[in-house]
């Protein structure tokens, strides 16, 4: 799958193969070790937020589930 | 106004199995409109939940009866977030979906828990809603239903999505009774979207007429 920023695939498909690996094989099954894929993720975001900022994507200051608060049985 | 939807789906799938799918599911055949993915922010909480959010960016599928009504610069390509919190000690997932462009035409709003099947502890069940809504005037209404109609087939398309990389990842083919029973509910979507695009093209065509009488 490609990233929204047209050069960050490559350092996303690497950190998403560190994490799958991490995620089944660690984080599911209780392990609470840490996260060893935090460098690579650092270098993916770098370029992501870059390519967030010159897109205009609006994404600034939008709250975590925001607008789930005003929904029932949230 | 709001268009409420209320759903329940099952992958016969365990849960584990469909949470490592949940990060893997694009690309798949049944996405050819969703056109990026990325993560934009994850963190494991103290109490050991991964919450992430990623950001899509897909194509923006309107119908033509739409185009003479809204704008012509109109971007092809909508952004949506999806935030979720992926729970292992109560093997839940609940995700919050939503558009953060294309807000002021249509709305949509979904919200998913996955968690173990109660009649089928190795199977999953997903409890989904979506609210969809639409401020445009006189258009409102044709064009919630156009969205409902949309969702319901988006539906159709994630599961099987699910489906195929689900099969792909236990190396085997979707099971016979999943795809019989998916291509009577595509039937069943297809049929009701088709109902919605022409109840919404009769409403939108009313609602040019009053326009012309004001």
């Given at each position: 799958m490609n990233s929204v920023g047209e050069g960050c695939t490559e350092l996303k498909r690497e950190y998403d193969q560190c994490f799958n690996r991490w995620f089944a094989e660690k984080f599911l099954k209780g392990d609470r070790s840490g996260d060893p894929c935090i460098e690579m993720f650092k270098n993916y975001q770098q370029c992501v937020q870059k390519a967030i900022k010159e897109k205009d994507i609006p994404i600034e200051g939008v709250e975590f589930m925001g607008p789930n608060k005003e929904k029932p049985g949230s | 106004m709001v268009k409420y939807f209320l759903g329940l789906s099952v992958l016969k799938s365990s849960w584990d199995q469909v949470f490592v799918a949940f990060w893997q599911r694009y690309p798949n055949p049944y996405s050819k409109h969703v056109l990026t993915e990325d993560i934009l922010f994850r963190e494991v909480t103290p109490d050991n939940r991964l919450i992430s959010r990623r950001l899509l960016t897909k194509t923006n599928r309107a119908?033509?009866?739409?185009?003479?009504?809204?704008?012509?610069?109109?971007?092809?390509?909508?952004?949506?977030?999806?935030?979720?919190?992926?729970?292992?000690?109560?093997?839940?997932?609940?995700?919050?979906?939503?558009?953060?462009?294309?807000?002021?035409?249509?709305?949509?709003?979904?919200?998913?828990?996955?968690?173990?099947?109660?009649?089928?502890?190795?199977?999953?069940?997903?409890?989904?809603?979506?609210?969809?809504?639409?401020?445009?005037?006189?258009?409102?209404?044709?064009?919630?239903?156009?969205?409902?109609?949309?969702?319901?087939?988006?539906?159709?398309?994630?599961?099987?999505?699910?489906?195929?990389?689900?099969?792909k990842m236990q190396g085997g083919t979707p099971s016979r009774t999943l795809v019989e029973t998916a291509k009577e509910a595509t039937d069943k979507v297809k049929e009701t979207a088709l109902a919605a695009s022409e109840k919404a093209k009769d409403l939108a065509s009313q609602a040019q007429k009053k326009q012309q009488y004001v």
């Open positions: - | 119908p033509r009866w739409t185009e003479k009504y809204l704008p012509s610069n109109m971007a092809r390509s909508a952004y949506i977030i999806e935030d979720s919190i992926v729970d292992p000690q109560s093997r839940t997932l609940t995700t919050f979906t939503w558009n953060i462009s294309h807000a002021r035409y249509m709305a949509v709003e979904e919200r998913c828990v996955y968690g173990v099947n109660p009649d089928n502890n190795s199977w999953t069940e997903i409890k989904r809603e979506a609210w969809i809504s639409s401020n445009l005037f006189g258009l409102s209404r044709a064009l919630q239903e156009f969205g409902l109609a949309r969702f319901k087939s988006s539906i159709t398309k994630t599961m099987k999505g699910f489906q195929f990389i689900l099969a």
